[in-house]
T-cell receptor, first 114, second 112 residues
Framework: GAGVSQSPRYKVAKRGQDVALRCDPISGHVSLFWYQQALGQGPEFLTYFQNEAQLDKSGLPSDRFFAERPEGSVSTLKIQRTQQEDSAVYLC????????????FGPGTRLTVT | LAKTTQPISMDSYEGQEVNITCSHNNIATNDYITWYQQFPSQGPRFIIQGYKTKVTNEVASLFIPADRKSSTLSLPRVSLSDTAVYYC?????????????FGTGTRLLVSP
């Protein structure tokens, strides 16, 4: 069975450009999470979806960050007007339900803003 | 969510047993203890979860003393491929949704 996939795996953006990062969760997984991981640090929560509803976006660092999951499956994390501090690995995770700590992570997208 | 403290790094050799201890003095009654493993250039992977006493699966064992203020992840007979960062997380289930709160983890280096 396929796991969580993310694309692109690597993205280089010039400062000020917009980027879109895609996540394909495991089929049938209700919950979808985005995390940001800076070099040498643990992942940090960004936002959470249950099906198509975005129930928590408290971790998004600024209004330049936007996430959507319109049909309750694929999700896109968009960053507008990228800044150097946005450089990080963006991880997507999905889980079968909301009441579990067992999340399945994708390989991440490494974003470098130059 | 309860704060956790774990060693920044550990070294071991192939074939040895490795025990990584995590302190969580403020653990709440409803909190569970979960461990994740992360290899370079990969997302974290769930290893094991427990509430009290001992839990064992095909990968690791988790020992939790009666007061639950700490827990120990035990990796039997490690190999080079066990070199990774190990995260201890503590939190309650059924509180709406399970947002994972990672610390900086323990970097385990296994040498030949």
């Amino acid at each position: 069975g396929a796991g969580v996939s993310q694309s692109p795996r690597y993205k280089v953006a010039k400062r000020g450009q917009d980027v879109a990062l895609r996540c394909d969760p495991i089929s049938g997984h209700v919950s979808l999470f985005w995390y940001q991981q800076a070099l040498g640090q643990g992942p940090e929560f960004l936002t959470y979806f249950q099906n198509e509803a975005q129930l928590d976006k408290s971790g998004l660092p600024s209004d330049r960050f936007f996430a959507e999951r319109p049909e309750g499956s694929v999700s896109t994390l968009k960053i507008q007007r990228t800044q150097q501090e946005d450089s990080a690995v963006y991880l997507c995770a999905s889980s079968f339900s909301s009441g579990t700590y067992e999340q399945y992570f994708g390989p991440g997208t490494r974003l470098t803003v130059t | 969510l309860a704060k956790t403290t774990q060693p920044i790094s550990m070294d071991s050799y192939e074939g040895q047993e490795v025990n990584i201890t995590c302190s969580h003095n403020n653990i709440a009654t409803n909190d569970y203890i979960t461990w994740y493993q992360q290899f370079p250039s990969q997302g974290p992977r769930f290893i094991i979860q427990g509430y009290k006493t001992k839990v064992t699966n095909e990968v690791a064992s988790l020992f939790i003393p009666a007061d639950r203020k700490s827990s120990t992840l035990s990796l039997p007979r490690v190999s080079l491929s066990d070199t990774a960062v190990y995260y201890c997380l503590v939190g309650a289930l059924n509180t709406g949704f399970q947002k994972l709160v990672f610390g900086t983890g323990t970097r385990l280096l296994v040498s030949p």
